[in-house]
């Protein structure tokens, strides 16, 4: 689970890019009871998705031409600007400059050296995600990409991570990020490289969110029903818990997680 969401470089908002809001709200109200809240006329409609009262994440339109629906994560900076720069630096790539999102914060939108999208989010009157790590909310966030050695070199330089290797058999190895100095229980998400079958397979370097749920079978399933597809059917993880992957109705890739409870 994360817990890492309140020290900078950690996952601190998270927001969905659709072609068609109401019918994405409404699949994720079949899936995790979410309710939509806007952020008003001005947002443009972007608005915020509650969970008990709480935002776990926000919604708004695709504004790029040719853009794929998508959720992005946002990590957090006590200085956006500074993080463009570093981005540079260390040959990534500034999609959308720093600006002030009215008096909520600042931001900014680039890619890492494997063409990985990402964001920050630097807090003023918003801070960030009111609920994690519970039934409904983001637990984990991973990134899949074509070079793992380059990503864990920029990240380190731009957001200070510290990365750990755990190999997984085959070949693979899992990658584990968190805070410089945070130790092994202080954790932002992890890495995966892309094999050549996913390769092959049409996949690209991308984040994506896992959400929990109580029954990982039963979240797909309902998934299902309402119009995802599903790519990684429910599997056990070794010391994660129970998983599975799937598109939303517009191919945004997340995954649904039930984590072991004590």
């Not at 008990?52 to 794929?68: F, S, Y």
């Not at 990985?116 to 009157?125: R, S």
């Not at 990409?145 to 731009?158: I, L, W």
């Not at 790519?231 to 890739?253: C, H, N, S, T």
């Amino acid at each position: 689970m994360l817990t890492s969401t309140q020290v900078p470089g950690g996952l601190n908002w998270l927001d969905l890019a659709t072609p068609d809001i109401d019918a994405a709200v409404a699949f994720y109200e079949g899936v995790f009871g979410w309710e939509f809240v806007t952020a008003g006329p001005e947002a443009g409609g972007y608005g915020f998705l509650w969970k008990d009262g709480r935002t776990v994440a926000a919604v708004g339109p695709l504004t790029e031409e040719g853009a794929r629906s998508a959720w992005t994560v946002y990590f957090r900076t006590v200085d956006a600007d500074a993080t463009a720069e570093a981005v540079e630096r260390a040959g990534g790539t500034v999609r959308f400059p720093p600006a002030d999102v009215f008096t909520a914060g600042r931001t900014a939108r680039f890619a890492d050296p494997s063409g990985a999208e990402f964001a920050v989010w630097q807090p003023g009157k918003t801070d960030g995600l009111e609920l994690v790590n519970e039934p409904g909310s983001v637990s984990w966030i991973e990134l899949y990409t074509t070079d793992a050695a380059a990503v864990k070199e920029f990240y380190g330089s731009v957001l200070s991570w510290e990365t750990r290797d755990t190999p997984l058999g085959g070949g693979l190895v899992y990658t584990i990020a968190g805070p410089a100095g945070g130790g092994e229980r202080t954790v932002h998400g992890g890495i995966l490289e892309l094999t050549q079958a996913h390769l092959d397979a049409g996949s690209v370097s991308e984040w994506h969110p896992y959400f929990e749920v109580e029954d990982c079978d039963a979240a797909l399933a309902r998934a299902s029903e309402v119009g995802a597809t599903v790519i990684i059917p429910a599997m056990e993880a070794d010391g994660v818990g129970r998983i599975g992957m799937l598109l939303d109705p517009f191919g945004a890739p997340f995954a649904v997680v039930t984590s072991p409870r004590p």
